[in-house]
C-alpha cells in the first residue's frame, strides 16, 4: 500500500521569502510522484512530477521538487515566493504498475503574506 | 479547450436522502476518475473509468454510492442514502492518456446535515 504525509497543514510565509514544503510518502513498490496545487475556488493543477531520470524537476512558475529515494521525499522549494502562490499544494504518488491510481496528502497551505 | 466542469458546486442535504453528482470531462478524454476530500483531509481515489466500463472502483467506500459513465461521455456519482460521513469534497479528473495527465474540476463541495 501506498500512503503520502505532508508534515505541516500551514505554511505562512512572508512575500520574497524561501519556502519549502515538504513531502515524505511510503510505498513497497516503484512510485512516480506529483505535486498539484489548488488556487481558491478552482480544480487542482498539476505544478510539477517526477517520473524517471533527474531527481531535480521544475515547473515553469518557479517552484521545484527533489526526489530522495532513500529519505523516501519529494519536498517542494521555491528561492521566493509570491503573493499569487498563495494556495493549498497537495503531494501524490501511484504506484508504476497502476499509474491510474493517485494517493495524495492531506494538503499544505500556503499562505504568502506582503 | 474547456476543462472539467462539475456540478453542482454545492450541494447540502438531509441525511437519507439522495444526491447526483455530475462530471463533464475534457472532450476526447476516455479516462475519467472520481476522488473524495473528506474533513481537510487527504484526497482519495474512488474510481476510475475507461470510457464506459470501470476500470478500478477499489475505492469506492459501500455500497451506497453508485458511478455511472453511460455513452463514455459525462458521468455521474449517486450518494443514496446518503449519511453526515459522506460530507466532503467531490474531485472528477479526466486524462486523455492514463495518469500522467490528470486534470481536475473544481469538486462539489456535499455537506449532509
Known amino acids: 500500500a501506498q500512503s503520502v504525509t505532508q508534515l505541516d497543514s500551514q505554511v505562512p510565509v512572508f512575500e520574497e521569502a524561501p519556502v519549502e514544503l515538504r513531502c515524505n510518502y511510503s510505498?513497497?513498490?516503484?512510485?512516480?510522484l506529483f505535486w498539484y496545487v489548488q488556487y481558491p475556488n478552482q480544480g487542482l493543477q498539476l505544478l510539477l512530477k517526477?517520473?524517471?531520470?533527474?531527481?531535480l524537476v521544475e515547473s515553469i512558475n518557479g517552484f521545484e521538487a527533489e526526489f530522495n529515494k532513500s529519505q523516501t521525499s519529494f519536498h517542494l522549494r521555491k528561492p521566493s515566493v509570491h503573493i499569487s502562490d498563495t494556495a493549498e499544494y497537495f503531494c501524490?504518488?501511484?504506484?508504476?504498475?497502476?499509474?491510474?491510481?493517485?494517493?495524495f496528502g492531506s494538503g499544505t497551505k500556503l499562505n504568502v503574506k506582503p | 479547450e474547456a476543462g472539467v466542469t462539475q456540478f453542482p458546486s454545492h450541494s447540502v442535504i438531509e441525511k437519507g436522502q439522495t444526491v447526483t453528482l455530475r462530471c463533464d470531462p475534457i472532450?476526447?478524454?476516455?479516462?475519467l476518475y472520481w476522488y473524495r476530500r473528506v474533513m481537510g483531509k487527504e484526497i482519495k481515489f474512488l474510481l476510475h473509468f475507461v470510457k464506459e466500463s470501470k476500470q478500478d472502483e477499489s475505492g469506492m467506500p459501500n455500497n451506497r454510492f453508485l458511478a455511472e459513465r453511460t455513452g463514455g461521455t459525462y458521468s455521474t456519482l449517486k450518494v443514496q442514502p446518503a449519511e453526515l460521513e459522506d460530507s466532503g469534497v467531490y474531485f472528477c479528473?479526466?486524462?486523455?492518456?492514463?495518469?500522467?495527465?490528470?486534470?481536475f474540476g473544481p469538486g462539489t463541495r456535499l455537506t449532509v446535515l
Open positions: 479528473a479526466s486524462s486523455q492518456d492514463g495518469g500522467f495527465g490528470q486534470f
Open positions: 501524490a504518488v501511484s504506484p508504476i504498475y497502476n499509474f491510474n491510481k493517485f494517493y
Open positions: 472532450s476526447g478524454h476516455d479516462n
Open positions: 510505498s513497497s513498490v516503484s512510485v512516480y
Open positions: 517526477y517520473l524517471s531520470g533527474s531527481t
